[in-house]
């Protein structure tokens, strides 16, 4: 697979790390992020993994190991879906669209192997294929409808629409904030033929369309509170820690790897970490980077004079961006018993940052369900 001809755009600066193969930007990324709000921009996706799955069996033998219900999806019909491990950690993060004769599926780059591999695994006697098409088809996303593209595009693409926007009735949020960014998040990623880049880079040339780097869909993703495989997830995340319930679980959906746990944690017990949003103190123009510690001070009752606060840490950032209004912001996975009030501070590029958090999985968050009590021995009514 060739490097994207969108990276051949003027200004076209490549991203790194994780977004390396796609531009991070092409010249002016507060710019861009508002042409992608406003739906005037797609943002180039091609170095996204995509699966297929063919055959008769397909739809219900995913259904049987995703969290999302997938058996019921109708042609041009998306979804959200976590494949877990037996404790219920989430392994992968998928969009499903399925077009009548064959399931898409759109992952991260790094996942798309690994993927294929654990699916071809588990095909046993079902008539069901995998396929990894990532060097014959290509991901683009717009923040609005397809028609954001240049015609033909739109029309001949596989369209996913991203259900972060709205929270699922089959789902759970545990996010209070009756303003819910989401509420803004219009996320559309269309799959379409890779050499329809060169179309689209052509396009842009004449005018015909605009174009945004990654930089711009983190940071409008990270004020939209919308978690991403690839830097919220670790080896221990719950889809509950994130507030993933509300897009890519299906509560009323029994029978799948990891479900006990998803339905433990969500009826009788607390997400043992939580996913919070930062504002950052842009005074010293230091953004944070993936993996940075997130402390907080613990200041005794009567300190003596001259005695130093203790630190300790209690999270860690997981993205971070520059946006447009909002200035420089993080999302950040901290312990569950961290105070909502208390301030927080960032160390990065050996430089305290002040970080005030926003709740996304609330401190206090429980069960979902009031467990009655039993009264102790020898009391009476």
Known sequence: MTGSPLLALPGAVVGEGLDAGVAAHYGNPMVEQRRLEQ???FVDLSHRGVLTVTGPDRLTWLNSMASQALDRLAPGEGAEALFLDASGHVEHAVHFVDDGGRTWLVVERDEA?????WLDRMRFMLRVEVADVTAEVAVVGVMADPSALPAPHAADAIVWHDPWSAASPRGYQYARDPQHPASAWNWTELVVPR?????????????RAEVAGVLALEALRIAAWRPRFATEVDDKTLPHELDWLRSAVDLHKGCYRGQETVAKVMNLGRPPRRLVMLHLDGSDTVLPVAGDPVVGEKVRPEPAPGEATERRVVGRITSAAMHHELGPIALAVVKRA?????????????IDVAAAQVEIVPADAGAAVEVP?????????
């Open 39 to 41: 739906g005037r921009a």
């Open 113 to 117: 192997a690994p993927l294929a591999a």
């Open 195 to 207: 050499a329809w880049l060169s179309e689209l880079a052509d396009a842009v040339r004449s005018g």
């Open 338 to 350: 961290v105070p909502a009030t208390i301030e927080l501070i960032v160390e990065s590029h050996g």
């Open 373 to 381: 009590r039993l009264p102790r021995l020898g009391v009476r009514p």
